[in-house]
T-cell receptor, first 113, second 112 residues
Framework: LAKTTQPISMDSYEGQEVNITCSHN???????ITWYQQFPSQGPRFIIQ???TKVTNEVASLFIPADRKSSTLSLPRVSLSDTAVYYC??????????????FGKGTKLSVIP | EAGVVQSPRYKIIEKKQPVAFWCNPI?????LYWYLQNLGQGPELLIR????????DSQLPKDRFSAERLKGVDSTLKIQPAELGDSAVYLC??????????FGAGSRLTVL
């Protein structure tokens, strides 16, 4: 399974756009990129998933360049409630390997008033 | 739709005592997971069930940990006896698609 690298922590002021980049140089052809968000005292929550180019939902956007060796989670106009840990996971969408996704330490985002 | 329900939310026990955690997954989710999360770390998989069958328990410390999933729905994770190093949050999750898990709020265990 592809190893991922993301910053340990990031700070941002309210109202700013936040971009969290995840490196996954060894991503395989059938791997998808999935991001989870975890608030204190809660379990992680799925926020977005993509394979290539750009994916957008009501929570975030995910940008994936053509070589797919990295991906960027974009949070528009963050608020204090976006303070959380964000995890980047890479793995196949189906098959046995899809169940072996590994959560790293994630990126701790702190939003400052 | 009700989420994944876990109980208890908090448990404090003395070392060598037994403890059990219960999980009720989302209806229709055949895959159930138990994760362990230490402070400042990401969740680590302990065991995965497909219906009532444990299909991946390679990371479960079988000398003191056990799990069961009765009738392919609810699941229980047990530790006996608990050690100081078992203090952590125990997360249950369920899924239909492998990459999209729904987690419960977790059970925080403190072993004194």
């Amino acid at each position: 399974l592809a190893k991922t690298t993301q910053p340990i922590s990031m700070d941002s002021y309210e109202g700013q756009e936040v971009n969290i980049t995840c490196s996954h140089n060894n991503i395989a052809t059938n791997d998808y990129i999935t991001w989870y968000q975890q608030f204190p005292s809660q379990g992680p929550r799925f926020i977005i998933q993509g394979y290539k180019t750009k994916v957008t939902n009501e929570v975030a956007s995910l940008f994936i360049p053509a070589d797919r060796k990295s991906s960027t989670l974009s949070l528009p106009r963050v608020s204090l409630s976006d303070t959380a840990v964000y995890y980047c996971l890479v793995g196949p969408y189906s098959g046995a390997g899809s169940y072996q996704l590994t959560f790293g330490k994630g990126t701790k985002l702190s939003v400052i008033p | 739709e009700a989420g994944v329900v876990q109980s208890p939310r908090y448990k404090i026990i003395e070392k060598k005592q037994p403890v059990a955690f219960w999980c009720n997954p989302i209806s229709g989710h055949n895959t159930l997971y138990w994760y362990l999360q230490n402070l400042g770390q990401g969740p680590e998989l302990l065991i995965r069930y497909e219906n009532e069958e444990a299909v991946d328990d390679s990371q479960l410390p079988k000398d003191r940990f056990s799990a069961e999933r009765l009738k392919g729905v609810d699941s229980t994770l047990k530790i006996q006896p608990a050690e100081l190093g078992d203090s952590a949050v125990y997360l249950c999750a369920s899924s239909v698609w492998a990459n999209v898990l729904t987690f419960g709020a977790g059970s925080r265990l403190t072993v004194l």
